[in-house]
Antibody, heavy 119, light 108 residues
Framework: EEQLVESGGGLVERGGSLRLSCTAS????????VSWVRQAPGKGLEWVGR??????????DYGTPVKGRFIISRDASKDTVYLQMNGLKIEDTALYYC??????????WGKGTRVTVSS | QSVLTQSPSASGTPGQRVTISCSGV??????VYWFQQFPGAAPTLLIH???QRPSGVPDRFSGSKSGTSASLAISGLRSEDEADYYC???????????FGGGTKLTVL
């Protein structure tokens, strides 16, 4: 079964940085646009951003709350997509999912990795 | 703050037909997607391109879009349908994916 695996979450102080990783099993991320979506405790889903494939330019888009602070990148040699989070705020505390299109938009999700920003 | 608006809650009894609405679907959103999320689990895609069901999704679930709103209908409601439901879409005018705030469905 196709699935994604996120890693890299943890506890970080306000203003700090953290890098999350997203890898895939049973398929490659090389030809996949990958999005990050987060969910604060007890709250709804919020889109963080996405990265296109290298063949589509490898460009990125970001949600308004994280623009200028978060960077999504990919390493083709490791078949991994990263979410670099800088200048973390308390409100960035959430479960972070990566998701991609296997057959349809956002039809494959990981189980998420938890990020907690402390004051 | 969500661009798409959903009622926080909905309910129905087993066998009933329930509709969950998603309003604020602006002209920048061509298609609406629906996700189902059980407590402690990742979301799963329920409806894509407004009214298409991925394989494996029961035909009790159906989606529609008209004007500035979209709807998810669940017929023959079952206890296992109790979950949170989210609408979403790519908004060309914002260049962002936008999600509704979610609707918690309770099966009475």
């Amino acid at each position: 079964e196709e699935q994604l695996v996120e890693s890299g979450g943890g506890l970080v102080e306000r203003g700090g940085s953290l890098r999350l990783s997203c890898t895939a099993s049973q398929f490659s991320l090389k030809n996949a646009w990958v999005s990050w979506v987060r969910q604060a405790p007890g709250k709804g889903l919020e889109w963080v951003g996405r990265i296109r494939t290298e063949s589509d330019g490898g460009t990125t888009d970001y949600g308004t709350p994280v623009k200028g602070r978060f960077i999504i990148s990919r390493d083709a040699s490791k078949d991994t997509v990263y979410l670099q989070m800088n200048g973390l705020k308390i409100e960035d505390t959430a479960l972070y999912y990566c998701t991609t299109r296997y057959s349809f938009f956002m039809d494959v999700w990981g189980k998420g990795t938890r990020v907690t920003v402390s004051s | 703050q969500s661009v798409l608006t959903q009622s926080p809650s909905a309910s129905g009894t087993p066998g009933q037909r329930v509709t969950i609405s998603c309003s604020g679907v602006g002209s920048g959103i061509d298609y609406v997607y629906w996700f189902q999320q059980f407590p402690g689990a990742a979301p799963t895609l329920l409806i894509h391109r407004s009214d298409q069901r991925p394989s494996g999704v029961p035909d009790r679930f159906s989606g529609s879009k008209s004007g500035t709103s979209a709807s998810l209908a669940i017929s023959g409601l079952r206890s296992e349908d109790e979950a949170d439901y989210y609408c979403a879409g790519w908004d060309d005018s914002l260049s962002e994916w936008v999600f509704g705030g979610g609707t918690k469905l309770t099966v009475l």
